[in-house]
């Protein structure tokens, strides 16, 4: 995946690519810091990672499988998948999740089928034939309206089926806080907790080896939750490092 990114920039570019900043959140990250030490981008300037550190990345592997059970399995519209990811926490930002979630979900293939829906009939016997056929048709008409329902209730469903991926999960995460310590370009880490912090990056903080800043009332998903302070912690870090100007008169 580090490759990839820098096959992207080469195919943009070609082999004078303009100087370039590498932002990544939590397995995103991990693959931005794999590509800065592979030097895959040659033209890189900085180094940005958001909320993942090594140490809590892989305790919470442990409990990743349970929280993936935990998660609805279908949708019934892309609505309901966002109003999913807000009230569950996942985004706290609902022009975010918008966003974000489309991207997450896809339309279901097949339509969900239910055997008691299909399957259902009349029980009983009318013996006025008036009544009879009063509730075949009401009778047909509730089995639509059901049939209808049970469409909907499976409308969409996951994208990635992040449970099948669990072999990988080591690999991208263990000797994560040394390859970030080890990429020699300015490095920012942004957190949503400083109790995030393992023992490595802990002491290469104290060092001065990256430039460390906490963005309080926001969960995982730091840059859909607070970006106004994710843009102006980057643009703050980009000039201090004069990888950038600030625009005099420039109104966020």
């Not at 958001?50 to 442990?62: F, H, S």
């Not at 963005?215 to 843009?231: F, M, R, S, T, Y």
Request: glycine residues 8%; proline residues 4%.
């Amino acid at each position: 995946m580090a490759k990839d990114v820098g096959k992207v920039i080469e195919a943009m570019y070609g082999e004078n690519p303009p100087p370039i900043m590498i932002i990544g959140h939590s397995m995103g990250g991990a693959i931005a810091v794999h590509t800065a030490s592979a030097n895959h981008v040659p033209s890189l300037l900085g180094l940005c990672v958001i909320d993942v550190v090594e140490g809590t990345a892989m305790d919470a592997l442990n409990s990743m499988q349970n929280f993936l059970r935990s998660r609805p399995k279908t949708f019934k519209s892309l609505e309901n998948a966002i109003e999913w990811s807000v009230k569950s926490g996942q985004i706290r930002n609902i022009e975010s999740a918008r966003v974000s979630m489309g991207g997450q979900v896809k339309k279901c293939e097949e339509s969900a089928s239910n055997p008691s829906v299909s399957n259902s009939s009349v029980e009983g016997i009318i013996e006025e034939e008036e009544e009879e056929q009063g509730a075949e048709e009401s009778n047909k008409k509730r089995m639509k309206e059901e049939d209808q329902e049970v469409k909907k209730e499976s409308f969409y469903t996951w994208r990635v089926e992040l449970s099948k991926t669990e072999k990988y999960w080591d690999g991208w995460f263990r000797g994560l806080s040394a390859l970030f310590l080890s990429c020699h370009v300015p490095k920012l880490l942004l957190l949503a907790g400083v109790d995030r912090l393992d023992k490595d990056l802990t002491i290469g903080q104290m060092q001065g080896k990256f430039q460390m800043q906490v963005l309080p009332q926001c969960g995982h998903a730091v840059h859909e939750d607070v970006p106004e302070k994710v843009a102006d912690a980057l643009a703050t870090f980009m000039v201090r490092h004069k990888f950038t100007e600030f625009k005099e008169g420039f109104l966020c």
